[in-house]
C-alpha cells in the first residue's frame, strides 16, 4: 500500500500533466502576457476542472468535490497557482455554495450546484448597500412576503463582476426590525427577472469591476429562499468566514515575493537594505499567514478568520507596494483596457511594470471589503475581552 508522500507525489505529477496538457492553454498564455481576462474564460477555466473532478476541492464528494483530504487540496491549491491558472472567482464556488450545501434543500442543490460546479453559471454577491457597508445589518433592502413571491425592492452596491452573473445571492430584510441582524433573510435571485438594473461602477484603474444592482419591486419565487426566513444573518457570518479564509491565497502571495526578489536582484539601485529589510518582513508574514490558515482549515475557521482576513489583506498590499518600488519612475499611465498589444505600444516598458500598477490599485481595497479591517479588529478584541 503506497505511503502518504507516495500519494501525494502521485497526485502532484497528474495534476501538473492536467496543466501542461489538457487545461486551456490559450488562458494560461493571455495571463503569462499580462493580458485581462472575461467571463467567458473563467467558465470556461471552471469548466475544464470539473470536466477532470477537480472542479470544486472543498466541497464534499456527495455534492461533486473529489473527497480530497486537507494535505491534498493544500497540494492542489499549490499546484494550481504554479501553472498560473486565474485566481478562482469566488462568489458561486467558495461563497455561496458552502451555504446551500449546509443550509439548502435538496430541491435547490439539484437546481444550483451543479451548474455552479460545471462552470455553467456566473453568481453575484448582494450584500453592500449605499448606507450599509462594513454595518452590513443597516441593510434595508426589502423582501416582502405575497403568496408564493418575495416583492423585494432595494439596491446593492459594490458587487464584484455583478454586470456578468446570472445570479445573485442576497441579504434582504423580511421581519419588522429596521436595523440590526434580526429578521434578515437570505435569498436567491435570477438577476434576468423584470425590475433589475444592473449598472457597472467604473474602478480607479478605469476598468468596471463592480456594479450597482437596482431591485424595483422584483418578484422571487419564495422557494429560492435558503434555510429559514429570518436567519439569513446567521448563514451570512458562515458565509463571511469562508470568505476571510479564501483571502489568504499564500501560494499565490509566495510566488509574487519570488518574482519581487528576482527582479530586485536584476536592479541594483532599487535593492536597497530598506527594500531588503521590508521584503523579509513580508515574507516572514506570509509564513504565519500559512499558519493561520492551516489552523483555520483544521478547525473550521471561525476563531482565526479576522486574523486572516487582516494578515492576508496587508500583506498583499506589502507585496504590491514592493513591486511599485521597482518600478519606480517607469510605472506607466492607467491602461483601462489592458489587450493583447499593450506591450507593443510601450516596448520600453518591462514587462512586470503594467500588472504591478494595476496590482497595486486593485490591492488598496482589500482592507475595506469583505468587513473592514477595523471591523476585524473590533471582532478580535470582543472575542479576546469575551475569554
Same mark, same amino acid.
Given at each position: 500500500?503506497?505511503?502518504?508522500?507516495?500519494?501525494?507525489?502521485?497526485?502532484?505529477?497528474?495534476?501538473?500533466?492536467f496543466?501542461?496538457?489538457?487545461?486551456p492553454?490559450?488562458?494560461?498564455?493571455r495571463?503569462?502576457?499580462?493580458?485581462?481576462?472575461?467571463?467567458e474564460?473563467?467558465?470556461?477555466?471552471?469548466?475544464?476542472?470539473?470536466?477532470?473532478?477537480w472542479?470544486?476541492?472543498?466541497?464534499?464528494?456527495?455534492?461533486?468535490?473529489?473527497?480530497?483530504?486537507?494535505a491534498?487540496?493544500r497540494?492542489?491549491e499549490?499546484?494550481?497557482?504554479?501553472?498560473?491558472?486565474?485566481?478562482?472567482?469566488?462568489?458561486?464556488?467558495?461563497?455561496?455554495?458552502?451555504?446551500?450545501?449546509?443550509?439548502?434543500?435538496?430541491?435547490?442543490?439539484?437546481?444550483?450546484l451543479p451548474?455552479?460546479?460545471?462552470?455553467r453559471?456566473?453568481?453575484?454577491?448582494?450584500?453592500?448597500?449605499?448606507?450599509?457597508?462594513?454595518?452590513?445589518?443597516?441593510?434595508?433592502?426589502?423582501?416582502r412576503?405575497?403568496?408564493?413571491?418575495?416583492?423585494?425592492t432595494?439596491?446593492?452596491?459594490?458587487?464584484?463582476?455583478?454586470?456578468?452573473?446570472?445570479?445573485?445571492?442576497?441579504?434582504?430584510?423580511?421581519?419588522?426590525?429596521?436595523?440590526g441582524?434580526?429578521?434578515?433573510?437570505?435569498?436567491?435571485?435570477?438577476?434576468?427577472?423584470?425590475?433589475?438594473?444592473?449598472?457597472?461602477i467604473?474602478?480607479?484603474?478605469?476598468?468596471?469591476?463592480?456594479? =450597482?444592482?437596482?431591485? #424595483?419591486?422584483?418578484?422571487?419565487? @419564495?422557494?429560492? +429562499?435558503?434555510? *429559514?426566513? /429570518?436567519? $439569513?444573518w446567521?448563514y451570512?457570518?458562515?458565509?463571511?468566514?469562508?470568505?476571510?479564509?479564501?483571502?489568504?491565497?499564500?501560494?499565490?502571495?509566495?510566488q509574487?515575493?519570488?518574482?519581487?526578489?528576482?527582479?530586485?536582484?536584476?536592479?541594483?539601485?532599487?535593492n536597497?537594505?530598506?527594500?531588503?529589510?521590508?521584503?523579509?518582513?513580508?515574507?516572514i508574514?506570509?509564513?504565519?499567514?500559512?499558519?493561520?490558515?492551516?489552523?483555520?482549515?483544521?478547525?473550521?475557521?471561525?476563531?482565526?478568520?479576522?486574523?486572516?482576513?487582516?494578515?492576508?489583506t496587508?500583506?498583499?498590499?506589502?507585496?504590491? =507596494?514592493?513591486?511599485? #518600488?521597482?518600478?519606480?519612475?517607469? @510605472?506607466?499611465? +492607467?491602461?483601462? *483596457?489592458? /489587450?493583447? $498589444?499593450?506591450?507593443?505600444?510601450m516596448?520600453?516598458?518591462?514587462?512586470?511594470?503594467?500588472?504591478?500598477?494595476?496590482?497595486?490599485?486593485?490591492?488598496r481595497?482589500q482592507?475595506?471589503?469583505?468587513?473592514?479591517?477595523?471591523?476585524?479588529?473590533?471582532?478580535?478584541?470582543?472575542?479576546?475581552m469575551?475569554?
Open positions: 500500500m503506497p505511503d502518504a508522500d507516495t500519494s501525494l507525489e502521485t497526485l502532484r505529477s497528474e495534476i501538473r500533466g496543466f501542461a496538457k489538457e487545461y492553454q490559450d488562458i494560461l498564455a495571463l503569462r502576457a499580462g493580458e485581462t481576462l472575461h467571463r474564460d473563467h467558465l470556461r477555466s471552471q469548466a475544464a476542472l470539473a470536466a477532470r473532478g472542479g470544486a476541492p472543498h466541497w464534499p464528494a456527495a455534492h461533486g468535490g473529489p473527497g480530497w483530504s486537507l491534498e487540496r497540494l492542489f499549490d499546484e494550481y497557482v504554479r501553472a498560473g491558472a486565474p485566481t478562482v472567482v469566488p462568489m458561486g464556488l467558495i461563497y455561496v455554495a458552502p451555504i446551500i450545501i449546509a443550509f439548502g434543500t435538496p430541491e435547490q442543490q439539484r437546481r444550483w451548474d455552479i460546479l460545471a462552470g453559471s456566473f453568481w453575484a454577491q448582494g450584500y453592500s448597500e449605499p448606507h450599509a457597508g462594513s454595518d452590513l445589518a443597516a441593510l434595508t433592502t426589502r423582501a412576503r405575497e403568496g408564493d413571491e418575495y416583492v423585494v432595494g439596491r446593492k452596491t459594490w458587487t464584484s463582476l455583478g454586470f456578468w452573473a446570472d445570479w445573485i445571492f442576497c441579504l434582504v430584510r423580511t421581519g419588522e426590525a429596521a436595523r441582524g434580526a429578521g434578515i433573510s437570505f435569498l436567491c435571485i435570477d438577476l434576468a427577472t423584470p425590475g433589475i438594473t444592473v449598472r457597472p467604473i474602478a480607479i484603474d478605469g476598468r468596471p469591476h463592480l456594479a =450597482e444592482v437596482t431591485f #424595483d419591486a422584483v418578484r422571487v419565487p @419564495a422557494a429560492n +429562499l435558503i434555510g *429559514e426566513e /429570518g436567519q $439569513g446567521t451570512s457570518k458562515q458565509l463571511l468566514s469562508n470568505e476571510r479564509i479564501w483571502y489568504a491565497h499564500v501560494e499565490e502571495k509566495r509574487a515575493l519570488r518574482q519581487v526578489r528576482e527582479l530586485a536582484a536584476a536592479m541594483p539601485d532599487a536597497t537594505p530598506d527594500f531588503r529589510r521590508r521584503l523579509a518582513e513580508t515574507e508574514a506570509v509564513s504565519c499567514l500559512d499558519g493561520f490558515v492551516e489552523r483555520a482549515l483544521q478547525d473550521d475557521g471561525g476563531d482565526v478568520a479576522s486574523l486572516i482576513k487582516i494578515l492576508a496587508e500583506t498583499a498590499q506589502a507585496i504590491t =507596494e514592493l513591486s511599485l #518600488d521597482l518600478a519606480g519612475g517607469l @510605472a506607466p499611465p +492607467l491602461l483601462p *483596457e489592458r /489587450g493583447a $498589444g499593450w506591450h507593443d505600444a516596448p520600453d516598458l518591462p514587462g512586470f511594470i503594467v500588472p504591478a500598477v494595476e496590482d497595486y490599485l486593485m490591492t481595497a482592507t475595506i471589503y469583505g468587513g473592514t479591517n477595523e471591523i476585524q479588529k473590533t471582532i478580535i478584541a470582543r472575542a479576546t469575551a475569554l
